[in-house]
């Protein structure tokens, strides 16, 4: 059973920072794994998706990594701002599954 | 020219109630997800229809009954309603062509009373 983690729950930076975001899975027989961004109240929007034959996807500020043998992404956000704010939910599919498994998110706040 | 949307938006109704909340998409996608985001902002997996067909039933009860008249729509019916069904529910939807990426609607509040 796949189980998605991330840490810290919640983190605090000052405008201007670079910044990472921590993603972990258990089962490394992934398809792809998507990260998203959630304000308050809002839906999800679909910020990277990275296929498990990927290294990396970039957009804008924005840098997912993925090591499948290891359990792990990252999402590296450049020159953090204001309206990066929200949480950031990372979320995998597994070869065979059709449902995404999400983390338990963590809760950006940046500081102007 | 919203991708994936739902409605309302927000729901309050009495236990014991039946509710529906529906969702649209017009990406042209083939499957589409229902997911329930708890108090503690946990979004789970309930429901996944390919092509009108049921291909996920995540241990969701009895109570809860998907339904898809066409690829673009996937409504979700609640019988006698519980507390413990307030939560927010997301639809969401994808294709094997795109990766299976997921777009997701704004999702629907549920506050039982």
């Known amino acids: 059973k796949q189980e998605v983690t991330q840490i810290p729950a919640a983190l605090s930076v000052p405008e201007g920072e670079n910044l990472v975001l921590n993603c972990s899975f258990t089962d490394s027989a992934i398809y792809n794994l998507q990260w998203f961004r959630q304000d308050p109240g809002k839906g999800l929007t679909s910020l990277l998706l990275i296929q498990s034959s990927q290294r990396e996807q970039t957009s804008g500020r924005l840098n997912a990594s993925l090591d499948k043998s290891s359990g792990r992404s990252t999402l590296y956000i450049a020159a953090s701002q204001p309206g990066d704010s929200a949480t950031y939910l990372c979320a995998v599919r597994n070869f065979g599954n059709e449902k995404l498994t999400f983390g338990t998110g963590t809760r950006l706040t940046i500081i102007p | 020219d919203t991708a994936v949307s739902q409605t309302p938006k927000y729901l309050v109704t009495q236990m014991g109630n039946d509710k529906s909340i529906k969702c649209e998409q017009n990406?042209?996608?083939?499957?589409m997800y229902w997911y329930k985001q708890d108090s503690k902002k946990f979004l789970k997996i309930m429901f996944s229809?390919?092509?009108?067909?049921?291909?996920i039933n995540e241990t969701v009860p009895n109570r809860f009954s998907p339904k898809s008249p066409d690829k673009a729509h996937l409504n979700l019916h609640i019988n006698s309603l519980e507390l413990g069904d307030s939560a927010v529910y997301f639809c969401?939807?994808?294709?094997?062509?795109?990766?299976?990426?997921?777009?997701f609607g704004p999702g629907t509040r549920l506050t039982v009373t």
């Open positions: 229809y390919n092509n009108k067909e049921l291909i």
């Open positions: 990406l042209g996608h083939d499957t």
């Open positions: 969401a939807s994808s294709h094997r062509d795109h990766s299976y990426e997921q777009y």
